[in-house]
């Protein structure tokens, strides 16, 4: 029936409708007080990912997957993009005055607090989601496991490209602070990783067999320029509702935190990129209910890749063009310490991940190292208990925690990891050459 796919996107795009008339001046709301504006724009971010999800599956019918996912994961991190563009626009602006030192390390701060969010509270709240909900509907991306905690949700081996496009990623990640700030060779590699990744998805193939219902479906019936027109503007509305309404929902939940005695450097932290990081954790949490729990957790890994390469590339590239000419985007020792803390939960997640499933105990694993680790920091900075060491020490010791954990998991799990290795490299050999066979699976 049309009429309940046309309802879903009718309502989607009426959650967007406050926003609009306020963006529009119309004068048909009254002025909004911080409140008001943090649920307005909440809902319009609401409403754009819905939209965004249901474009991108709409999508797979005439590209590949993982490109249409990849997009997806663009826009819905296109938020955390724009709020860090800012610190680092500023950071050029005033370079060489205490506001762009402060904006530089901002950058940094908000660009780290992101990444892990994505991971500690994405990845790890997505698989426990996915695996509590499975007894409400048939979902094949879940498995029982005997033993406490041993269920586990099983990850589509073609994300495997991903994965090690992510470890590259993250390696590099490790050496960015020994230059003193991201400069253009960090942006090089990062943001070569990220056009090489999407150069071999690219020559993948569209696999229009997915088996979609509801708005997915319905647009899907249409006419290919109609259902590619249609794709793009969804793409187009929602990512302009996202990219207009997420910093003034970002800031009203930092004037909302401030007002009831939260820092605002730890609110800019991690208050505005938990924002900013929503409409990509309301995807993922539609698609997993939908029980299409492989496709969510790509997306995931999409969104993490391309943060981990594009936004901190094209960070020195917008602090560059505010300053006038090149310049490195410097920051302090601790935020030095925030990326290698960011590179090693990045690094133990993969760990995880790299035999393609994750149980309930290693999602646990996860968001118990992330919360604890925030929780401990809050707990210095507002100076609860007289703790003999400081918030940086907090960084570097879970630094280390993360890279024991990983390399313990990789060298246990190393006859897998070679495994995808191997896969991946067939798969960028297929991509690059030139009317080549499919590899064969090297799965066991």
């Known amino acids: 029936m049309r009429r309940r796919p046309l309802g879903a996107l009718a309502a989607a795009i009426a959650l967007t409708l406050p926003w609009i008339a306020v963006l529009g001046d119309t004068g048909i ?23 965004l999800a249901w474009a991108a599956e709409t999508a797979e019918k005439d590209v590949p997957q993982a490109f249409a996912i990849a997009v ?6 296109a938020p955390e993009y724009a709020v860090d563009a800012l610190y680092a626009w500023n950071a050029g602006v ?36 996915t695996i509590f909900r499975s007894g409400a509907s048939a979902d094949p991306a879940v498995e029982d496991r005997p033993g406490i905690l041993s269920d586990v949700v099983t990850l589509d081996r073609e994300i495997g490209l991903e994965i090690v496009f992510l470890l590259l990623a993250t390696l590099w990640a490790f050496l960015v602070p020994l230059n003193g700030g991201i400069d253009i060779l960090d942006m090089a590699v990062l943001v070569g990783l990220y056009v090489c990744y999407i150069a071999v998805i690219l020559r993948g193939e569209v696999e229009p067999d997915t088996d979609h219902v509801g708005v997915p479906a319905y647009l899907q019936q249409f006419s290919k320029p109609g259902r590619i027109a249609t794709v793009l503007v969804l793409f187009a ?18 004037e909302l935190g401030e007002s009831v005695g939260i820092p605002s450097f730890f609110m800019i932290q991690w208050i505005a990129p938990l924002a900013s990081e929503a409409p990509e954790l309301i995807v993922v949490v539609y698609l997993v209910n939908k029980a299409r729990s492989t496709a969510g957790f790509n997306a995931l890994i999409s969104s993490k890749l391309n943060q981990w390469t594009l936004l901190i590339g094209t960070l020195v590239v917008v602090h560059s063009i505010a300053l006038g000419q090149y310049g490195v985007l410097e920051f302090d020792f601790k935020q030095s310490a925030e990326i ?3 590179a090693a939960q990045s690094f133990f997640a993969i760990s995880l991940l790299i035999r393609f499933e994750i149980s309930v105990k290693e999602a646990l694993a996860l968001l118990g190292l992330f919360l604890s ?14 703790f003999p060491f400081t918030s940086t020490d907090v960084l570097l010791a879970y630094s280390v925690i993360y890279v024991v954990l990983g390399l313990v998991l990789f060298v246990r799990r190393r006859h897998a ?21 499919k590899p064969q699976s090297t799965d066991d």
């Open 94 to 129: 005033f370079a060489g005055t205490e506001r762009g030192v402060e904006a530089g390390n901002l950058a940094v701060a908000n660009m780290t607090g992101a990444n892990r969010i994505l991971i500690g509270i994405g990845w790890a709240g997505v698989a426990l989601f």
């Open 72 to 77: 997806l994961a663009v826009l819905a991190v």
């Open 417 to 437: 990891f070679v495994r995808l290795l191997r896969r991946t490299a067939g798969t960028v050999g297929d991509a690059m050459s030139i009317g080549g066979a």
């Open 237 to 254: 509305f929602s990512g302009a509702m996202i990219f207009t309404a997420v910093e003034p929902f970002a800031h009203g939940l930092e």
């Open 29 to 51: 709301l009254p002025h909004l007080e911080t409140l008001g504006t943090v649920a307005v724009t909440g809902l319009a971010v609401l409403g754009s990912a819905f939209l």
């Open 373 to 386: 680790q925030v929780f401990l920091e809050f707990a210095i900075i507002r100076e609860f208990v007289a």
């Open 340 to 342: 290698w803390l960011t």
